[in-house]
């Protein structure tokens, strides 16, 4: 497929469809985020900064850093350049753009993006920002990105995509259009969010509460002994995780199970049923067998909260930790005591490192850490509880998330359509 075969093909007839190279410049940058005595300090719009953002402003946190005269030369970002992301572990995430919409003497551009600077008179930085932004634009880039387990965008390729150029007059209203309406559209998604939000947080706040004060407000209390606890109710007990659970260290002779991930946000699912693209090791063999309903930490990543109970037999990574209950605690409560911001923190206070982002949870100290112990009936009756609001609210969440995606495909066909001429002018500026 070439690139001119992305285009609509039916440009309306005052349009062109041209290489970038033709209408613009564009470079690569290599700063990188250190700082040397012998340099300028420069602020830098970085991967995250571009990823993140559709538009760059001063008023945004950009990382100090260095450079030399030359670099700041070379990788300034004047107002209405185009940042777009050139590497990444998905070829979903190559070509994101950003606009500059503020500029400082001090701004250049980071390592891992490419800018791209328009030429006056020719080309619109608005309007090139909301083309890269179309998919049959962004595809091309996609498409041209090379690498196995990372992908990287050629500079060649940046000037070889072709976009859709109307007269500079119409490119002008093309963006005051979608400025306009993707506004409106983020609004709608804005507010449909925040009911999400709210949603979640009523379901952590239960949760928070349930698993360390039970379900009987007026149930006499005791104190736990624990900073992250506190009071408890007087007929809980307090145990070492070592007295709940015991290690299961089991290999994989063959590693043809069910390969299973453990996240902060969704606890141990099957690999399978999740759209991840990063690197798979060639064999399994040797990796650690888990049972369902055993509980698994990430160890790397539990101070976040990645950790939860396996809903099935598989195994995991060899990395990660595998911990079979003795009973006291029942595994649907020990999940939901997993979402619990408290116990989370008090995870965190366990995990060992130098740096808070290289933290890791090993046996030793997880056995340290205390739990809750509800007798089983209770335990049961707050899981139930639990149920009882996932229920009720179950309805309105994919309602809302449904509608968000809804949303969200409307948002990039309409840019779509209007950077290729379907959307007719009048239109626009009715």
């Given at each position: 497929?070439?690139?001119s075969?992305?285009?609509?093909?039916?440009?309306?007839?005052?349009?062109k469809?041209?290489?970038?190279?033709?209408?613009a410049?564009?470079e690569?940058?290599?700063?990188d985020?250190?700082a040397?005595d012998d340099?300028l300090?420069?602020?830098?719009?970085?991967?995250?900064?571009v990823?993140?953002?559709?538009r760059?402003?001063?008023?945004?946190?950009?990382m100090?850093?260095?450079?030399?005269e030359?670099?700041?030369?070379?990788?300034h970002?004047e107002?209405?350049?185009v940042?777009?992301t050139?590497?990444s572990?998905?070829w979903?995430d190559?070509?994101?753009p950003?606009?500059?919409s503020?500029?400082a003497?001090?701004l250049v551009?980071?390592?891992?993006?490419?800018?791209?600077?328009?030429?006056?008179?020719?080309?619109?930085?608005r309007y090139l920002?909301?083309?890269i932004q179309?998919?049959?634009?962004a595809?091309?880039?996609?498409?041209?990105?090379?690498?196995?387990?990372r992908?990287?965008?050629?500079?060649?390729?940046?000037g070889?995509?072709?976009?859709?150029?109307?007269p500079l007059?119409?490119?002008l209203?093309?963006a005051?259009f979608l400025?306009?309406?993707?506004?409106r559209?983020?609004?709608l998604?804005?507010?449909?969010?925040s009911?999400?939000?709210?949603?979640?947080?009523k379901?952590?706040?239960?949760?928070?509460n349930?698993?360390?004060?039970?379900?009987?407000?007026?149930?006499?209390?005791?104190?736990?002994?624990?900073?992250?606890l506190?009071?408890?109710?007087?007929?809980?007990?307090?145990?070492?995780a070592?007295?709940?659970?015991?290690?299961?260290?089991?290999?994989?002779?063959?590693?043809?199970?069910?390969?299973?991930s453990?996240?902060?946000?969704?606890?141990?699912?099957?690999r399978?049923s999740k759209?991840?693209?990063?690197?798979?090791a060639e064999?399994m063999t040797?990796?650690?067998?888990?049972?369902?309903d055993?509980?698994?930490?990430?160890?790397?990543w539990?101070?976040?909260?990645?950790?939860g109970?396996?809903?099935?037999d598989?195994?995991v990574s060899?990395?990660?930790?595998v911990?079979?209950?003795?009973?006291k605690?029942?595994?649907?409560?020990?999940?939901?005591?997993c979402?619990?911001?408290?116990?989370?923190?008090?995870v965190?206070?366990?995990s060992?490192g130098v740096w808070?982002?290289?933290l890791?949870?090993?046996?030793?100290?997880?056995f340290?850490?205390?739990f809750p112990?509800?007798?089983h009936?209770e335990?049961e009756?707050?899981?139930?509880?639990?149920?009882?609001?996932r229920?009720?609210?179950?309805?309105?969440?994919?309602a809302?998330?449904?509608s968000?995606?809804l949303?969200?495909e409307?948002?990039s066909a309409?840019i779509?359509?209007?950077?290729?001429g379907?959307?007719?002018l009048?239109e626009?500026v009715?």
């Open positions: 497929m070439t690139s075969m992305l285009l609509c093909s039916t440009l309306p007839v005052s349009w469809s041209v290489p970038l190279k033709s209408v410049t564009y690569v940058s290599n700063v985020k250190h040397h340099e300090a420069v602020r830098l719009c970085n991967y995250t900064d990823y993140k953002n559709e760059i402003t001063l008023d945004m946190e950009l100090w850093a260095t450079a030399t030359n670099e700041i030369s070379k990788f970002l107002e209405e350049d940042v777009i050139k590497d572990e998905e979903s190559i070509a994101v950003a606009l500059i503020e500029t003497d001090d551009c980071g390592y891992h993006l490419a800018f791209i600077r328009s030429k006056p008179g020719v080309l619109s930085g920002f909301r083309a179309s998919r049959p634009v595809l091309q880039l996609e498409l041209a990105s090379t690498g196995v387990t992908c990287g965008l050629p500079k060649g390729a940046i070889a995509a072709k976009i859709p150029l109307p007059p119409n490119q209203k093309i005051d400025d306009s309406e993707t506004a559209i983020d609004s998604v804005e507010a449909k969010e009911m999400l939000d709210l949603i979640g947080q379901r952590s706040a239960l949760i928070n349930l698993v360390t004060r039970g379900l009987n407000p007026e149930a006499p209390i005791k104190s736990s002994g624990l900073d992250w506190r009071d408890i109710p007087q007929h809980w007990e307090i145990e070492r070592k007295n709940l659970f015991s290690v299961r260290d089991e290999r994989s002779k063959e590693g043809d199970e069910e390969l299973l453990v996240s902060h946000i969704t606890g141990v699912t099957s399978a759209e991840v693209n990063m690197f798979l064999s040797g990796y650690k067998k888990c049972q369902k055993d509980f698994v930490t990430n160890t790397l539990a101070w976040m909260g990645a950790m109970i396996s809903p099935l598989g195994i060899p990395d990660y930790h911990y079979e209950s003795k009973g605690i029942l595994p649907e409560f020990m999940e939901l005591l979402r619990s911001k408290p116990f989370v923190a008090e965190t206070r366990w060992k808070s982002s290289r890791r949870l090993y046996p030793e100290n997880f340290e850490i205390r112990v509800p007798p009936e335990q009756a707050i899981v139930a509880e639990v149920a009882v609001f229920d009720k609210t179950t309805k309105l969440t994919e809302l998330i449904d968000i995606r949303l969200k409307r948002r309409l779509t359509a209007a950077v290729n379907e959307i007719p009048e626009m009715a």
